[in-house]
T-cell receptor, first 107, second 112 residues
Framework: GIQVEQSPPDLILQEGANSTLRCNFS?????LQWFHQNPWGQLINLFY???GTKQNGRLSATTVATERYSLLYISSSQTTDSGVYFC?????????FGTGTRLTVIP | IAGITQAPTSQILAAGRRMTLRCTQD?????MYWYRQDLGLGLRLIHY???????GKGEVPDGYSVSRANTDDFPLTLASAVPSQTSVYFC???????????FGQGTRLTVV
């Protein structure tokens, strides 16, 4: 299956700081998703982004499919941004998940 | 609110017992999936169904079975639970295989 690597594995930010999370994938993919798993365990859809750039408020994502990576940008971070961020790419009958980036935003 | 509903939210189960985790979606999605999430291992696919009446095995299918009698429901059964099946289980659906996936709230299962 597709290998998905995320970096960094852990990130601690002061509230108000910006950050970039990276997702590398091993093969060409038809689509890519970013999720936020909040401290209560819920998986929240952030972006469905096979290619190009999308923005939603303080969050934006860019996928460069030809170079097999995607970036998630978080600007002006807030404590509610804490949790684990996963990227996942679609292969045959499966979403292949990375092991996530654990983000902690401190006030 | 449209979405995916899983039940129960959590369960403690004696080893050797049979258990069915329920999953219902009201988005008329064709594809449905069951994942387990374990610390340090991310989410791994157990079984999937691309359309009602069909199912397939994922990465970690042993000890689990599924059925897809209709579009909305995709139950996951543990025939004889073992402690290694202690995990958080997520059900997901997408309009079709490969399109955007949406997840339920999860079921935390502890097998003792």
């Amino acid at each position: 299956g597709i290998q998905v690597e995320q970096s960094p594995p852990d990130l601690i930010l002061q509230e108000g700081a910006n950050s970039t999370l990276r997702c590398n994938f091993s093969d060409s993919v038809n689509n890519l998703q970013w999720f936020h798993q909040n401290p209560w365990g819920q998986l929240i859809n952030l972006f469905y982004i096979p290619s190009g750039t999308k923005q939603n408020g303080r969050l934006s994502a860019t996928t460069v499919a030809t170079e097999r990576y995607s970036l998630l940008y978080i600007s002006s971070s807030q404590t509610t941004d804490s949790g684990v961020y996963f990227c996942a790419s679609t292969g045959a009958n499966n979403l292949f998940f990375g092991t996530g980036t654990r983000l902690t935003v401190i006030p | 609110i449209a979405g995916i509903t899983q039940a129960p939210t959590s369960q403690i189960l004696a080893a050797g017992r049979r258990m069915t985790l329920r999953c219902t979606q009201d988005m008329r999605h064709n594809a449905m999936y069951w994942y387990r999430q374990d610390l340090g291992l991310g989410l791994r696919l157990i079984h999937y169904s691309n359309t009602a009446g069909t199912t397939g095995k994922g990465e970690v299918p042993d000890g689990y079975s599924v059925s897809r009698a209709n579009t909305d429901d995709f139950p996951l059964t543990l025939a004889s639970a073992v402690p290694s099946q202690t995990s958080v289980y997520f059900c997901a659906s997408s309009a079709q295989q490969g399109s955007e996936a949406f997840f339920g709230q999860g079921t935390r299962l502890t097998v003792v």
